[in-house]
């Protein structure tokens, strides 16, 4: 009996809160958050498909459906918008007890202007996953509060597969912005500075670790690609986008 007992107290808060973001059903209401899911403004591609197991089943709100990989590692998705976007929140549904060795164990997720500046800024890894996963994005450094991803090209990419499985399946991949109807984001969720007619596109901001440019300089394109060649060299900063002059077509996009 004792043995028992202490079994229930190794058993902690952080086991708890495991299985719990890995539940089938997640408690998560992007309405009551002021979010919007902002996939269909974007072209989504991916490095190979199996017929009928492509984008589509991958968009689809039917985790039954999965996008298949149909060739050599690394699996990729890129997901292009057309306009800066302004993401607050990154969703991934896994299952490994339906697709087991398809089921990923690793992911990078990097995001920039163009397939020639992509930085990472996320890397999960996974031990027998079931359920919608949260990308972590407290530390990417756009928005009042550093938490917001600011990019035009979002690229999920699968490095490695639960017993060494070549091909992969992901039931499911959402991307969360602010929704500008939302008359009135909880205080909790939005720093209380935040501008209240915040959109899903601001070009304003771009989310990085670095804020020693100062946002909105537009004479700072220099020293922007002294920090993007500093960071492909391996260094720790990111580019700051918003020191770059504004283009007239970096306007807001639309949410339908």
Request: hydrophobic share 35%; glycine share 8%; with cysteine.
């Amino acid at each position: 009996m004792e043995d028992l007992e202490n079994m229930d107290e190794d058993i902690g808060l952080d086991d708890v809160a495991v299985e719990a973001t890995m539940d089938n059903t997640p408690l998560f209401d992007p309405a009551a958050l002021g979010l919007k899911e902002i996939g269909n403004l974007a072209s989504w591609t991916v490095s190979s498909s199996k017929p009928g197991c492509g984008v589509l089943a991958l968009r689809d709100d039917d985790t039954n459906l999965f996008w298949q990989s149909d060739g050599p590692q690394p699996h990729y998705l890129n997901i292009h918008f057309a306009k800066f976007a302004k993401i607050r929140a990154i969703r991934i549904f896994l299952d490994f007890e339906a697709d087991e060795s398809y089921t990923p164990t690793r992911i990078q997720l990097l995001g920039g202007t163009g397939y020639h500046d992509l930085i990472s800024f996320s890397e999960l890894s996974f031990v027998q996953p079931k359920g919608w996963i949260d990308v972590n994005l407290d530390h990417v450094g756009g928005g009042s509060d550093g938490k917001t991803l600011r990019a035009f090209i979002i690229q999920v990419k699968v490095l490695e597969n639960h017993q060494n499985g070549k091909d992969t399946h992901v039931r499911g991949l959402k991307i969360y912005s602010y929704d500008e109807r939302h008359e009135s984001p909880p205080p909790s969720y939005l720093d209380e500075e935040e501008d209240e007619t915040c959109s899903s596109i601001d070009p304003n901001e771009f989310g990085g670790p670095d804020d020693d440019l100062k946002r909105g300089d537009v004479g700072n394109d220099d020293q922007f690609w002294k920090d993007f060649t500093h960071a492909k060299m391996g260094g720790h900063k990111m580019p700051n986008l918003s020191a770059l002059s504004e283009p007239g077509f970096m306007s807001e996009l639309e949410l339908r």
